[in-house]
């Protein structure tokens, strides 16, 4: 249902752009989240998006770095990564949460088990 890619091996100051799109459901009608997940590190929430509320926030560790967009005409989420880095590196997700759409509470933003599709995870590798 989900299918999240661009990822791929990109160096430390560098930049990429992974795409987050779905055939089967609209994505303007769920919150849709970014994760990243490190070999041996918990899951950690990158970005949002809401279009109901219009609302987009970042975790801290991204602010100012990654930027979130979407083009509702090609039902897709972006996520804009500048200045990578190696702690970039992680499988990135993207997941729709439809009670959060209708009832976002920022400070759950990131929690994983509202959360019900998940895309397959694209490879994001940061390295000279």
């Known amino acids: 249902l989900m299918l999240a890619c661009g990822g791929g091996l990109v160096q430390p100051g560098g930049s990429l752009r992974l795409s987050c799109t779905s055939s089967?459901?609209?994505?303007?009608?769920?919150?849709i989240a970014w994760f990243r997940q490190a070999p041996g590190k918990e899951r950690e929430g990158v970005g949002y998006?809401?279009?109901?509320?219009?609302?987009?926030d970042y975790g801290d560790r991204v602010k100012g770095r990654f930027t979130i967009s979407k083009d509702s005409a090609k039902n897709t989420v972006y996520l804009q990564m500048n200045s990578l880095n190696p702690e970039d590196t992680a499988v990135y997700y993207c997941?729709?949460?439809?009670?959060?759409?209708?009832?976002?509470?920022?400070?759950?933003?990131?929690?994983?088990?509202?959360?019900?599709?998940w895309g397959q995870g694209t490879q994001v590798t940061v390295s000279s």
């Open positions: 997941a729709t949460s439809q009670i959060l759409y209708y009832s976002p509470i920022r400070t759950q933003a990131f929690t994983s088990h509202l959360y019900d599709r």
């Open positions: 998006i809401n279009s109901r509320d219009g609302s987009i």
């Open positions: 089967k459901i609209n994505l303007e009608e769920f919150q």
